[in-house]
């Protein structure tokens, strides 16, 4: 069983998350673990809604560090571009700003053929085959009412 958390531990992890956005941050930063967080979240609908409103924000402050650090790279304020941070940037502006579109794009590109050598002979399908309709020799009696079939 968990133990309860208490009002100034709950504000550390909700400030930790507004920063982080993450509960494992938030979780981390109290010295409990993260099923101690979702428990509690179960036991209080305020704090649950106020983890949900902190995890919200924190999304957008990754996504504003995130801009901020492309329009750095775009402006030149970075002496050496690391191409990996920024598509790293780039996915976390397009994951957590709504509207945001930034697009990565791959610098060269490889050409080759590919041929597919097979010592086995591929089997020779036939053609559709069409159905064959036998014509119908059936042929129906009909008796005056009143007399049995003989």
């Given at each position: 069983?968990?133990?309860?958390?208490?009002?100034?531990?709950?504000?550390?992890?909700?400030?930790?998350?507004?920063?982080?956005?993450?509960?494992?941050?938030?979780?981390?930063?109290?010295?409990?673990?993260?099923?101690?967080?979702?428990?509690?979240?179960?036991?209080?609908?305020?704090?649950?809604?106020?983890?949900?409103?902190?995890?919200?924000?924190?999304?957008?402050?990754?996504?504003?560090?995130?801009?901020?650090?492309?329009?750095?790279?775009?402006?030149?304020?970075?002496?050496?571009?690391?191409?990996?941070?920024?598509?790293?940037?780039?996915?976390?502006?397009?994951?957590?700003?709504?509207?945001?579109?930034?697009?990565?794009?791959?610098?060269?590109?490889?050409?080759h053929e590919i041929r597919v050598i097979s010592?086995?002979?591929?089997?020779?399908?036939?053609?559709?085959?069409?159905?064959?309709?036998?014509?119908?020799?059936?042929?129906?009696?009909?008796?005056?009412?009143?007399?049995?079939?003989?």
């Amino acid at each position: 069983m968990s133990r309860k958390i208490s009002s100034d531990v709950k504000e550390v992890i909700l400030e930790t998350i507004k920063e982080k956005g993450t509960m494992k941050a938030g979780a981390k930063a109290a010295g409990v673990s993260v099923r101690t967080l979702n428990e509690e979240m179960k036991r209080s609908e305020v704090f649950k809604r106020r983890v949900f409103e902190a995890r919200e924000e924190g999304k957008r402050n990754i996504a504003d560090e995130a801009i901020e650090m492309i329009k750095s790279y775009a402006s030149g304020n970075v002496p050496k571009t690391d191409r990996n941070v920024l598509t790293a940037n780039i996915a976390l502006a397009n994951a957590y700003e709504p509207g945001f579109r930034g697009t990565t794009t791959v610098q060269g590109k490889v050409e080759h053929e590919i041929r597919v050598i097979s010592a086995v002979p591929r089997p020779q399908l036939p053609g559709p085959k069409k159905p064959e309709i036998a014509p119908s020799k059936t042929t129906i009696t009909l008796l005056p009412s009143g007399e049995k079939d003989r």
